[in-house]
């Protein structure tokens, strides 16, 4: 698939160890192409400069930018991992969070700073209920979350 908009990931130098991080968390993750920095470049000669990678069928390019212009990530971008079972979110949610931060409602920040949502595929449908009661019962069991638990959240929605 060529897609049109690819998410771009400005690492300072460890693009490399986070693509291999993302490939062995992610299940269908595979490098399509990586590039290297040549004489004339701005960055060392031979490293790696870019990763094409997919996770999911989304492609992502990752860079080794270097420290200039002091480019940081922040949860103001993020990736939603749209999870069917809490075996997967378990699964993700311990990995992802390995060395990074566990955060309120099933955000988590990895230890290269990328945040990414683990949620249950569920969750959209059921706080986009068209009655209200329902979907707040459910977000106001999400907002008590850490790690997302599709029982509880379930439970709430059916007022058990």
């Known amino acids: ?12 130098k460890d693009a490399e160890e986070a693509v291999d991080f993302y490939m062995s968390v ?13 004489e004339g470049w701005p960055g060392p000669v031979g490293g ?5 990678f997919t ?7 990752a860079l080794n930018g270097g420290a200039e212009p ?12 749209n999870c069917d079972t809490q075996e997967e979110i378990d699964r993700l949610w311990d ?7 566990q955060q309120q409602c099933g955000w988590v920040v990895d230890r290269f ?12 449908q059921m706080i986009g209920d068209g009655d ?9 069991a999400m907002l008590q979350m850490t790690k997302l638990e599709i029982k509880p959240l379930e439970d709430a929605y059916h007022q058990r």
């Not at 992610?26 to 040549?38: S, W």
């Not at 002091?70 to 991992?81: D, E, L, P």
Request: proline share 4%.
């Open 113 to 124: 700073g990328v945040t990414w949502q683990v949620v249950p595929r569920v969750l959209d």
């Open 48 to 52: 790696v400069m870019t990763i094409d």
């Open 70 to 81: 002091g480019f940081t990530f922040t949860s103001g971008i993020s990736f939603v991992v």
């Open 1 to 12: 698939m060529n897609q049109k908009i690819d998410p771009f990931l400005w690492f300072e």
């Open 95 to 101: 990995r992802l969070s390995e060395g990074g931060a």
């Open 132 to 140: 209200p009661e329902r979907a707040n019962r459910v977000m106001q």
């Open 55 to 61: 996770i999911a069928g989304q492609r992502f390019v």
């Open 26 to 38: 992610f299940d269908d993750a595979t490098i399509a192409r990586k590039t290297y920095y040549q």
